[in-house]
């Protein structure tokens, strides 16, 4: 066994019951995850990513909204917009996710929950939790956050429809070198597999 397939073998273990725990809390975060993973995973292909990384990438992906199980329920449940004070709580799940992953003894779980932490840093600086910008944020949070933004968009919610796969590409047309790295946006546009439909 390579020294990645101990990895992954090691990480998987641990991300089964996570998500599961996930999955009982909120079937719609569990089952959003399970996209960005396929959509991260394509991505990362078409960036040209060795299949360890890929594998890495899923991985992070999978886990990317695991710090949910820490938001209250009055707040990750509710039918209908958050307030600022709502929305100041649900920004703090990208930390929460962080501190999870590094109580995971197994290799990798630090650069895994650095990922994690990073998901929703915005290219400019303007995201949070810590406000990085470029090449500071992790590649994998990078694409994370596309893969993240397109799902998210798609996906109905009780308090908004679904967009169309092109008016989300509008919006990330949009939002190019603002939220997203400019590159993987590129990369991103010349994707045409199964995790984006038109």
Known sequence: MTLHEHLHRSLRQFSSPLNAALSERDVQTQSHSERVVLIAEELGR????????????????????????????????????????????????????????????????????TVVRHHHEHFDGGGYPDGLAGDAIPIYSRILSIADSYDAMRSARAYHRGKTHGEVLEVLHSEEGGKHDPWLLSKFFAMSGPAISA
């Open 46 to 113: 078409e960036c040209g990513f060795a299949e360890g990384e890929i594998e890495m990438l899923k991985i992070c992906a999978s886990f990317h909204d695991i710090g949910k199980i820490g938001i209250p329920d009055h707040v990750l449940l509710k039918p209908a917009s958050f307030d600022d004070a709502e929305w100041q709580v649900m920004k703090t799940h990208p930390a929460i996710g962080e501190r999870i992953i590094r109580a995971i003894d197994a290799d990798g779980a630090e650069m895994i929950a």
